[in-house]
């Protein structure tokens, strides 16, 4: 069961009253009545920021505390508390939109901290990675970056969906790309939970036995993902709230036809061995084999009704979900609607090799992992080096520029850019950190001046003095370090290589609302800005040159237009075309020396990425 931040008595807020004061009373009693009456193991999100430790300017919950020890000195208390009844935290809820108001880096220090925190009070315990609002990998990467690898067991997502249908082949799609980002950072042996999926009947065309259907369905296919670790499915929510929702329960308590297809599902796919997934004129087929038995589970992708011709083999029974069970008596088809139907019987398709399935298969599984900018690790020296005894309870953070959410280094004069890590010592003894950066030949190191005291940190600063001659627009800066001598987690991410100041956003993140200026109609997706119209203000006060780099298209190829103007009143075409997302660059140097304007409108048009290179 997930619960807490927000939404449940385990709330950081309605927990920790002001700076060292908790009340325990609610939670103890959600923990009672859960745990201890119900015997569910518990998921409990950490979050989310009280007044008095918000760092927003009324306050708001949504915002990283303003001192980061009054998060760990939670996490620790909660972890503690609860260590022989809660195993599984996770941190914060959707940080990739409006629920976490800092910056990727900000998510990436909380992430760091909870970490530490959490598994000095109970080293038993397991960190789910704070479930993204869709399958954003843009922002995954960013994380993964910030050196994130080490501090968290498990990878949760929200893959939700739209529509009266549910597209299977995207849902796993994207679940296998986040499983090839994943792999490409040497995390193989995470488990993917799915900590949010679900469809509302307060949505159009989303009536309670569709939303039983789709349910159904997606529950299925979550299990035939095992290959790439999905290993856990969570519907949202339990009850509706205040109306028709996504609840498996009325708000007046009655039961939805979702909860007899939920508690259906789990009866019959309990203890299941997926084998292989067949289908084709829009019916999905997916086998199982289960006490003995082998069992298909089959429905019409759409909601027409088709016949299903059976596959060789000696098929005994079936029933729809929540139906009655109907002997086969010889018969070689079946009709099958949009809720499920299954086929029990003894056939030879777990043993026969021909067409098996693998999702391994459409992963590509490399001998060598690729680097997360295009280099390649070979991947036994990879493992190798993940194996080494890392000391995780000091970490280090390096601080992002506020117009970016890359780091960018300056050819021109190292002394404007400095590599500026934060290093926090979350042990039990004083320490010395020394820290390397490098890109390319290029290399320089730094260290604490004095020890860090538990609990203390301390900025360290690094200069680069890059050539003009070295012309690449980005490269990849490592940093490793050790503390008293023992190697802590390292870190590796892009950087901009530029002659003066850059900007740089994820479109629908934090950063993105400090250019945004109008916003008409427009809807927000994982990293994406789409239809309507948008624009945003940039200064360019005091720039001779800017060029602006924009991952923009549109939805099925259709026109898009950016149009750019120094007073909002006289626009002009800056760029435009027919096509997908896709890389465009543009001069802006005609309107350098003051305020910018780019405006986006066409035809369902999309934005993921903005990348803005000045020189003064």
């Not at 992963?363 to 080494?388: I, Y």
Request: proline fraction near 5%; charged fraction near 25%.
């Amino acid at each position: 069961m997930r619960c807490g931040a927000g939404c449940t008595a385990l709330d950081w807020g309605a927990i920790n009253k002001a700076r060292g004061v908790y009340d325990w009373t609610e939670a103890d009693k959600e923990v009672e009545s859960t745990y201890g009456k119900e015997k569910a193991d518990l998921l409990v999100i950490l979050g989310y920021t009280p007044r008095w430790a918000s760092s927003g300017p009324n306050g708001e919950n949504n915002y990283p505390p303003k001192d980061l020890s009054d998060w760990s000195n939670f996490v620790s208390e909660i972890v503690a508390r609860y260590k022989n009844r809660v195993k599984y935290w996770e941190v914060w809820n959707e940080p990739d939109i409006g629920f976490w108001q800092g910056s990727i880096a900000q998510y990436a220090e909380l992430l760091k901290s909870a970490y530490v925190a959490a598994k000095k009070s109970d080293p038993t315990c397991r960190i789910v990675f704070g479930g993204m609002a869709g399958v954003n990998l843009p922002f995954l990467q960013r994380v993964y970056e910030l050196g994130c690898r080490e501090y968290f067991d498990v990878m949760a997502v929200h893959p939700y969906q739209w529509g009266e249908t549910f597209d299977d082949e995207w849902f796993a799609a994207q679940l296998c790309e986040l499983r090839k980002l994943m792999m490409r950072w040497g995390d193989t042996e995470k488990e993917i939970w799915l900590t949010e999926i679900g469809w509302s009947t307060g949505s159009p065309g989303i009536d309670e036995e569709t939303q039983s259907n789709l349910l159904a369905q997606a529950m299925v296919i979550t299990r035939t993902l095992q290959d790439i670790k999905v290993s856990k499915c969570f519907w949202f929510s339990v009850k509706d709230w205040g109306g028709p929702g996504y609840g498996l329960i009325r708000s007046d308590g009655t039961q939805k036809p979702a909860l007899l297809a939920y508690k259906e599902v789990i009866a019959h796919l309990a203890g299941a061995k997926y084998i292989r997934s067949y289908g084709k004129d829009g019916v999905r087929c997916h086998l199982f084999a289960k006490d003995g038995l082998e069992m298909l589970v089959v429905w019409s992708r759409d909601k027409s009704i088709r016949k299903f011709p059976l596959p060789q083999g000696d098929w005994v029974r079936y029933e729809p979900l929540g139906g009655q069970v109907t002997e086969l008596c010889g018969q070689s088809e079946i009709e099958v609607g949009p809720r499920p139907v299954l086929v029990y019987g003894k056939s030879q398709l777990a043993s026969n090799a021909d067409g098996e399935r693998r999702v391994a298969g459409r992963l590509e599984v490399m001998s060598d992992f690729p680097g997360p900018q295009g280099r390649s690790e070979p991947a036994g020296r990879l493992r190798k080096r993940m194996a080494e005894s890392l000391r995780k309870d000091i970490w280090y953070s390096i601080q992002i520029p506020e117009s970016t959410t890359r780091l960018w280094l300056s050819r021109r004069n190292p002394k404007e850019t400095p590599i500026i890590a934060e290093v926090h010592n979350d042990g039990v003894s004083p320490v010395i950190v020394e820290l390397e950066a490098r890109v390319g030949a290029f290399r320089t190191r730094a260290r604490t001046t004095e020890p860090i005291r538990p609990g203390g940190k301390a900025t360290v600063q690094m200069y680069l003095n890059l050539p003009m001659g070295y012309r690449l627009p980005c490269d990849t800066l490592e940093v490793k370090g050790r503390a008293n001598g023992v190697t802590i987690p390292e870190t590796r991410m892009q950087v901009r290589i530029a002659d003066g100041p850059v900007i740089e956003f994820l479109a629908n993140s934090t950063l993105e609302g400090k250019y945004l200026v109008e916003c008409e109609g427009t809807g927000c997706a994982p990293s994406v800005r789409f239809g309507g119209t948008w624009t945003y203000r940039f200064d360019l006060s005091g720039v001779k040159e800017a060029v602006v780099d924009l991952c923009v298209g549109a939805h099925q190829a259709n026109d898009w237009t950016v149009l750019v103007s120094r007073d909002r009143m006289q626009w002009q075409t800056l760029l435009a075309g027919k096509s997908n997302r896709g890389w465009q660059k543009a001069d802006l140097t005609p309107y350098a020396g003051g305020e910018v304007f780019l405006k986006f409108t066409g035809n369902d048009q999309q934005l993921s990425e903005l990348v803005l290179m000045t020189k003064r």
